[in-house]
């Protein structure tokens, strides 16, 4: 049996899938830590600067990781042009859409509104891959969207609607989207590589477009109120709620597929909630 044959086999082993499973847990969990260190940022900084210097330090975290894991010739081989178009196209595009519709509403909105994913991954693998619903598929999505009816009244008068929560849902989608292009547009790379690549094509096309803002007169951040708290509050949202959350999500999407690691975004309300009644919020 040759590598990748074995590589395929161990992918569908049961421990390979429960440990996908435990990956993609801990991708929410790290997704919904930046949400929070988000609002620190959301306001002193606008949607497109924030998103590029987001991207570039994702990029800058994961690009000396991927080449130290993996040599030289693994970098070299990769279609960054394809990365460029995928990560821009989709992740940036996606993550520029999420800092507006967060700035429109906050970060309980933003938790609950995730709680579609499910429902697009299972339609793009219906529609793109010909996937067939099954009982169990079903009955996993049912839990899901209960689940975010129940974080619905939860969060109560926290929950805002409007053109942010639709802001949020469309980055949802074109987040999906652009996850699912990750894995199949980049199948010979390993996880970290086609993630490093499609963030790094993401920093490149949002920094582009943060620079020609700022050469046409938009607006950029406030230096007057950043520091080393926002710093790190970008750090968090970057490195956590980006680069780590992304690798650990592409891991789990190359072995359960984009319906089924959507199903575990149903807990991201509850992991917010959790983090923002630690930081002193009601319950």
């Known amino acids: 049996m040759d590598t990748a044959t074995q590589a395929a086999s161990d992918l569908r082993a049961p421990h390979s899938r429960a440990l996908a499973n435990f990956m993609c847990m801990l991708s929410m969990l790290v997704w919904a830590v930046g949400l929070p260190a988000a609002d620190l940022l959301i306001g002193p900084v606008p949607a497109l600067p924030l998103t590029a210097a987001r991207m570039v330090m994702a990029a800058l975290c994961l690009l000396p990781l991927w080449w130290w894991m993996e040599g030289t010739q693994a970098l070299r081989a990769a279609h960054w042009g394809k990365g460029v178009l995928v990560g821009g196209g989709g992740i940036g595009i996606g993550a520029f859409m999420l800092v507006l519709g967060q700035g429109r509403t906050n970060v309980v909105t933003v938790a609950v509104i995730s709680a579609a994913m499910p429902v697009v991954g299972i339609a793009i693998e219906v529609l793109l891959d010909g996937r067939k619903m099954t009982l169990a598929l079903v009955l996993g999505v049912l839990l899901s969207l209960g689940g975010g009816v129940m974080a619905l009244g939860g969060a109560g008068d926290g929950l805002g609607m409007g053109l942010g929560a639709l802001l949020c849902f469309g980055s949802i989608v074109l987040y999906t989207l652009g996850s699912r292009m990750t894995v199949t547009s980049f199948p010979t790379l390993t996880p970290l590589g086609r993630t490093t690549v499609t963030l790094t094509g993401a920093a490149l096309a949002t920094s582009v477009a943060a620079a020609l803002n700022a050469l046409l007169g938009g607006a950029g951040p406030d230096w007057n109120v950043l520091g080393l708290k926002e710093l790190g509050a970008l750090a968090i949202f970057a ?42 919020g009601a319950w």
């Open 239 to 280: 490195i956590g709620g980006l680069a780590i959350s992304q690798v650990l999500w592409i891991m789990s999407i190359g072995s359960l597929g984009i319906a089924m690691s959507s199903l575990h975004i149903n807990a991201t309300p509850f992991y917010v909630m959790l983090i923002l009644f630690a930081l002193g």
